[in-house]
């Protein structure tokens, strides 16, 4: 609440001059600095409004030419943020009550005009609030507008307030067509759900930014169409009580993608059973019986049978099935002939030209007998897969799903290995041979051995040539002092560690039917290569070497591993698999004698994998060796135009290249995991600059510094921040966070303790980059927070585009609000400048004042303004 220390402007309704008088030396005698007027007729009362602009007014309930009713009534039409109060000698309680009724703030007796000055006071506060809200409100409604987002606001009643311009394109309808409408009609279930997760806790409650809710629902929009939403709700606390606001985001495609992948992960269960199986099992029709039940319990296909080719009459008989019985089977009298009508569906197809064959939507057969037995059961997708011996068909495998359009190509791809899977196990039972199968599989791991592998590998270049221009990486990995571990911990400890190697490694790979245990320390995988030689790379960081990376515990003891990898493409490097072989080998050993991590074969790969390395390693070197350092770049108050913070900025002073920008290394920082390191070594090298100016007699400002995400989930970040610029450096320093680090669910509430923690030892936190994110502004309110930084795009624009000038307005008076600084970065002109001055800002920073310096010209320019 603001102190009323101005001139109050009251005018006064009173007939009777001398109480008039009394009256003002009352509010005078309590510290109010008044200013009046008095009238005692309509008109002088109208044209009082008008000309004098009063703050308040005080009015006399009788008068002998007018009466204190009407002045309200009038009061109320024409200026309604005037208080009101009645000051009377006569008020009874009914027309008291109906004074307060009729609009009016208070009313005071003449004879008790003691509390004349509080009720004045209290009034003035409270018009002062309400016109405070209602500005808020209209900004917070000019946010909504410009959020990236679709924005629904709903009522207490569960009814839609205000929608913006992305919530109308997103459902479809006109702003006043759905505001007043049930918000179950757009996101059903949304707000049960709501009520449910925030059982028996009060959303309106203070710290209610924990009680910001995201949620995952159905979203309808007008013509009927519905898509899957994530909804994002927080409570708004309003004057017509506790509203909710829904950030709705269309994530259909997200959860198309999903689906995808369950089902991918699905049939890889399938590969790998079917993997087992084949050891396990020596008997053929049991064979066959297994790979239809793993399909259907595992591959979760609503039925699928296998069907032997009879060579002669190119008929089609079940062998084994499941989910379906033979008699449903044999009406369909499936055929290979060409020239039978029962030949020409999928299946038929496929058998001839010896590929896979798919019907997407069974809806969409032509009519006939085989459609309606399809469709009657509510199978709505088919797939068949021949089975091969060597060239020749011998069978097929069929598999029936409920829903449309689940056979894609990725999906297909994937039970042709199926379908080489189960021709390799058949091809050997036909041969009646007693198969030794440890020729094919590794007795330890139970994963297939080098043959095997070789042969998978030749399937899949085979498979991928009929294609055309389809690429197969090999990776082979190698553990890394395999032979130490074997002497150190003895053969069964190593068996085990070799078991839990290849466990690891079936969860990550993308296809775990093309996983072999090729040599003693040595397995390698296959896929087919999707993108390009950084996912093969995010591949091997990301989830083989994290997966890796955990201790082993064998036989009790904990053995710690990691692997080197070599890598081939096929065709690129070889198009058989003995040459891909070598060549993988001679990556592999090239990768060990450079004690990198991973070797591409190619040399052109090798040269791109070979910089990032290099960069890799003389970061480390940098770190090591101190070769980072930092400058400053001012931060300008615009009421003062003096510095009143530093940005510390990194610059790597390479002893070959010279200085170098943050951005060309600092990505690189953070993928490796070096930013941590890098990032305490920043708080060092700052605290120290901070000291040194101190011992020279230069008083610096607050020195804000950058710190990554990665820094903040560190275990020890809030205790070794604490420990060096918490507690005795209070109000020194400040970090810039971007708003992304809340965005990441889980964690978010463990960074907003972990920046609490910080804040309460007189750290400042900053919100670096405002507005690149989309931060829900009441989310943003329960932060642990003092400062936004708009980004600089939008003060780049600012003078140009007039949406940019708005998110600014609004982003400063809302953080004004929110009782949050506000600097502007990126200021490089004075237009800017004058505009953001004129706009409320509170600092700016940017290359119109200074570039980034380093530390001894900041200091030259912190001494001339020290006048020293
Ligand atoms: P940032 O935190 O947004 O820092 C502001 C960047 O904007 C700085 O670039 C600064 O030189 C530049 N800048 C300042 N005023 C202007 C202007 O008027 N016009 C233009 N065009 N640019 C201006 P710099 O120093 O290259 O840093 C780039 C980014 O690197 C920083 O962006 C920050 O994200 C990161 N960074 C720098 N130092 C550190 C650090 O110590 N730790 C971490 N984690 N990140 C850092
Ligand atoms: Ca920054
Ligand atoms: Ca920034």
Redesign the pocket.
Known sequence: MEPINKVIKILLVEDVATDAELTIRQLRRDGLVVEAQRVKTRDAFIAGLKVFKPDLILSDYSLPEFDGLSALLIAHDACPDIPFLFLSGTIGEETAIHALKAGAIDYVLKTNLSRLGAAVRRALDEAHMRLAHRQAESRFRDLIEFAPHAIVVTNDQGRIEIVNAQAESLFGYRRDEVVGMLSETLIPGCLRQWHEALQGRDPAAPDSGTTALTLEAIGRSKNGGEFSAEVSLSPLKTEAGLWISGVVRDISERKEQENRLVRLSRLHTVLSGINTAIVRIHDRQKFLEEICRIAVEDGLFAAAWIGMLDRDTLRLTPQAWVGVERDYLDQFGLSADERLPEGRGPTGVALRNRTGAVAHDTLDLPMGPWRTLLVDRGYRSTCTIPLLAGSEVIGALILYATQAGVFNEEERRLLSMVAADISFALNHFSQEEQINYLAYFDSVTGLPNRALFKDRVTQLIESCSAKHGGKIVLVLLDLDRFRNINEAFGRSATDELLREVARRLRSVVPEPGCLARIHADCFAFAMQETGNETDIISLLERSVAVRLSAPITALGKDIRTSATAGIVLYPTDGTDIDILLRNGEAALKNAKAIKARYLFYTSEMNARTAEKLSIENRLRRALEQEQFV??Y?PKIDLASNRIIGL?????WNDPEYGLI???KF?HILEETGL?VE??KW?IHRARRQYHEWAAHGIEAPRIA????QL?IRQKDFVRHTIHLLGEHEPGNFEL?ITESLFMQGADQDAAKMKLAALRETGITMAI??FGTGYSSLSYIAHLPIDTLKID?SFIQDMTTSREHMAIVSTIISLAHSLKFKVVA????THKQARLLKALGCDHI????YS??LPPWEIEEKLVLQQGM
């Open positions: 930092l400058y770049q940005e510390a900025l990194i610059r920008q943050p951005e600092i930013i890098a990032g920043v510094l950058n710190v990554s820094q810039e670096d980059d600089r970065e990126g200021v490089e920073q940017g290359f119109l570039r980034t």
